[in-house]
């Protein structure tokens, strides 16, 4: 479940970037949310970076980012900032200014969300319809719990991927593909 931390007053993007453990919140109608992610969340983001910097970086698509990125780019709710557990951003549409110290101000093209076991059903879906509707092509939200990923396009469309699937990068990310079991800790491994 999301936290909203109390302020005194409404926080803006700007006022958000100089907090010094921003890391931990994102920014809605000018009110911090925790964002609390388990182990095994951060276990499973941690395996979808390694393998989609590897693959982008073999193919030079483009920039994989971990969750310290801040994007900006909701054209319903211009200062709301999110942090997507994992995210990309396909080659020549970041300038060099964008790399500069701010928010994002771009849709990515894919964006990865781990559910964690505080995450409401209703705050991952309304994250869902803000990045569609900021223009993400392909959202992947993935499940410790059911070892499945489910895939959200800008369309509307929608997959349900389990373990033993192959998950695909679809245009985003041309041929891709890992089989979803991957992402996740190993059924019988000695944690």
Same mark, same amino acid.
């Given at each position: 479940m999301a936290t909203?931390?109390?302020?005194?007053?409404?926080? &803006?993007?700007?006022?958000?970037? $100089?907090?010094?453990?921003?890391?931990?919140?994102?920014?809605?109608? !000018?009110?911090?949310?925790?964002?609390?992610?388990s182990l095994e969340a951060?276990?499973?983001? !941690?395996?979808?970076? #390694?393998?989609?910097?590897?693959?982008?970086?073999? #193919?030079?698509?483009? #920039? *994989?980012? &971990?969750?310290?990125?801040t994007y900006r780019c909701y054209p319903d709710a211009p200062d709301k900032v999110r942090r997507p557990d994992v995210s990309f951003?396909?080659? !020549?549409?970041?300038?060099?200014?964008?790399?500069?110290? !701010? #928010?994002?101000?771009?849709?990515?093209?894919?964006?990865?969300? *781990?559910?964690?076991?505080?995450?409401?059903?209703?705050?991952?879906?309304? $994250?869902?319809?803000?990045?569609r509707s900021a223009g993400v092509r392909l959202i992947w939200v993935a499940s410790p719990r059911s070892r499945s990923v489910t895939v959200h396009r800008l369309d509307g469309s929608e997959d349900h991927f389990g373990e033993e699937s192959q998950l695909s990068g679809e245009d985003v990310l041309p041929g891709f593909q890992m089989r979803v079991a991957e992402f996740f800790p190993q059924k019988d491994a000695a944690l």
């Amino acid at each position: 479940m999301a936290t909203v931390i109390d302020v005194p007053s409404l926080m &803006t993007p700007e006022e958000f970037l $100089k907090l010094p453990d921003r890391r931990f919140y994102e920014l809605v109608d !000018g009110q911090l949310v925790e964002t609390n992610m388990s182990l095994e969340a951060c276990c499973v983001a !941690g395996q979808f970076i #390694h393998y989609l910097i590897a693959y982008v970086n073999q #193919h030079g698509l483009g #920039h *994989v980012f &971990t969750s310290e990125a801040t994007y900006r780019c909701y054209p319903d709710a211009p200062d709301k900032v999110r942090r997507p557990d994992v995210s990309f951003i396909a080659r !020549g549409r970041l300038s060099r200014e964008q790399f500069a110290e !701010g #928010h994002c101000l771009i849709s990515p093209d894919l964006v990865v969300e *781990v559910i964690s076991p505080n995450d409401l059903f209703y705050d991952v879906e309304a $994250k869902v319809q803000e990045y569609r509707s900021a223009g993400v092509r392909l959202i992947w939200v993935a499940s410790p719990r059911s070892r499945s990923v489910t895939v959200h396009r800008l369309d509307g469309s929608e997959d349900h991927f389990g373990e033993e699937s192959q998950l695909s990068g679809e245009d985003v990310l041309p041929g891709f593909q890992m089989r979803v079991a991957e992402f996740f800790p190993q059924k019988d491994a000695a944690l």
